[in-house]
């Protein structure tokens, strides 16, 4: 059984907020430490998570106020409510409304492609581009509905041990990549290694590489 999707959201608030550092959350919305870490871990009786209390989920809207209170209860939305800011002059990193693995290359073989606003956070300064990224396979380093900032290389360019987006002609995916047992292919590792596997590519199969040089759930 998987993380509940309730404590995933609070997981991923706890990283932006305090980078993963239970005691620092904890202390910062007055739950105690405790009652936070066994939101992440099994109940050993029943093999099942405990929920995420109308408590905790009200100590963390008090608390953190760009926190999106319908997001953080049901899913919809982003998860702060200044998530959508955007810069619309024509200055800055350009900004593409669309989902890295769900029509990224189309996207950018496409030459009249046209940005949808950009973006001038110092985050994404050395960045060629910006999208959205879906998925947990990399969370909690880089959890879903993360905005990821893009720089194209080449893919003999790949410094093993770093996070790329990777596009093959007929998937797209974002992993750590690491030297596999042979020369010709990438060996794709995920954050979140309980949910997802490793696996191996062919280098002839990649149609493009793009490394994540920065990553927020804020634009600007």
């Given at each position: 059984?998987?993380?509940?999707?309730?404590?995933?959201?609070?997981?991923?608030?706890?990283?932006?907020?305090?980078?993963?550092?239970?005691?620092?959350?904890?202390?910062?919305?007055?739950?105690?430490?405790?009652?936070?870490?066994?939101?992440?871990?099994?109940?050993?009786?029943?093999?099942?998570?405990?929920?995420?209390?109308?408590?905790?989920?009200?100590?963390?809207?008090?608390?953190?106020?760009?926190?999106?209170?319908?997001?953080?209860?049901?899913?919809s939305g982003s998860m702060l409510k200044s998530d959508t800011q955007v810069v619309v002059e024509n200055v800055g990193i350009p900004y593409f409304n669309v989902d890295f693995t769900a029509g990224f290359d189309v996207l950018f073989d496409s030459q009249s492609a046209q940005p949808d606003s950009y973006v001038t956070s110092p985050l994404f300064a050395d960045s060629e581009c910006v999208v959205k990224c879906s998925g947990d396979s990399m969370a909690p380093k880089i959890p879903n509905g993360c905005y990821i900032g893009l720089k194209k290389i080449d893919v003999d360019d790949i410094l093993f041990g770093e996070v790329y987006a990777i596009v093959t002609n007929n998937w797209r995916t974002i992993k750590y990549v690491r030297k596999a047992d042979k020369s010709n292919k990438l060996l794709l590792v995920p954050e979140n290694k309980v949910d997802y596997d490793e696996q191996e590519l062919l280098k002839s199969k990649v149609h493009s590489v793009w490394i994540v040089n920065a990553y927020g759930v804020r634009l600007n």
């Open positions: 059984m998987s993380l509940p999707i309730e404590n995933q959201r609070l997981k991923d608030i706890m990283f932006f907020y305090a980078k993963n550092n239970i005691s620092k959350f904890s202390n910062d919305i007055g739950i105690s430490q405790p009652r936070i870490s066994r939101l992440f871990i099994k109940d050993k009786r029943n093999g099942t998570y405990p929920k995420l209390s109308f408590e905790i989920v009200q100590s963390v809207i008090n608390k953190f106020i760009d926190v999106n209170p319908e997001w953080l209860l049901t899913g």
